[in-house]
């Protein structure tokens, strides 16, 4: 079963604007993270928010964890083509080595 | 430095058919993973090895088999290929004690 469930599962959105993706989780966990996959290639660490942060930036990312609600959000600001991907979150336990991801959301960038 | 690589890159079995899928790392990583990926499945893991000398199933590991031939390599088998099997497939490595795992590029199987 899965454990992240990201929301919307696709967006397109014009080149500047801001894309907000959005993942639900059931169990308690030690970290969660965000990669992103391009198309026909493996994919790719962005970003790692730990059970005790609230927020954390990478460049134009900005992700948010709220383990009260088992929930998180990235936001890729003024966001470009080459933002065109699928976005997976994927939540870690503590002590495990599994990391269960979530079905992503697919972001269209339009020139 | 490669990073994970995976072959073959496409494949194409009968129904009943067997092959396995290589994986390597070469940033002496102890963990390495097996997923599927289906579309709008996301990944689901098949197997996984901590460390060297050990495997653990995943979520769907019924229809393979692994080996963790050594540090460098974590290779899957598919005994006798079903159709349901057919899936992208990657390989994954992280080092101890960090959860960023590295991605291979993919096999893309088709079982007719």
């Known amino acids: 079963s899965q454990q992240g469930e990201e929301d919307p599962q696709a967006l397109s959105i014009q080149e500047g604007e801001n894309a907000t993706m959005n993942c639900s989780y059931k169990t308690s966990i030690n970290n969660l993270q965000w990669y992103r996959q391009n198309s026909g290639r493996g994919l790719v660490h962005l970003i790692l928010?730990?059970?005790?942060?609230r927020e954390k930036h990478s460049g134009r990312l900005r992700v948010t964890l709220d383990t009260s609600k088992k929930s998180s959000s990235l936001l890729i600001t003024a966001s470009r083509a080459a933002d065109t991907a699928s976005y997976f979150c994927?939540?870690?336990?503590?002590?495990?080595?599994?990391?269960?991801f979530g079905a992503g959301t697919r972001l269209f960038v339009k020139a | 430095n490669a990073g994970v690589t995976q072959t073959p890159k496409f494949q194409v079995l009968k129904t009943g058919q067997s092959m396995t899928l290589q994986c390597a790392q070469d940033?002496?990583?102890?963990?390495m993973y097996w997923y599927r990926q289906d579309p709008g499945m996301g990944l689901r893991l098949i197997y996984y090895?901590?460390?060297?000398?050990?495997?653990d199933k995943g979520e769907v590991p019924n229809g393979y088999n692994v080996s963790r031939l050594n540090k460098r390599e974590f290779s899957l088998r598919l005994e006798s290929a079903a159709p349901s099997q057919t899936s992208v497939y990657f390989c994954a490595s992280r080092i101890a004690g960090i959860d960023e795992q590295y991605f291979g590029p993919g096999t893309r199987l088709t079982v007719t």
């Open positions: 928010i730990r059970s005790n942060e």
């Open positions: 090895s901590a460390s060297e000398g050990t495997t």
């Open positions: 940033m002496n990583h102890n963990s």
């Open positions: 994927a939540t870690g336990n503590t002590g495990g080595f599994k990391t269960i």
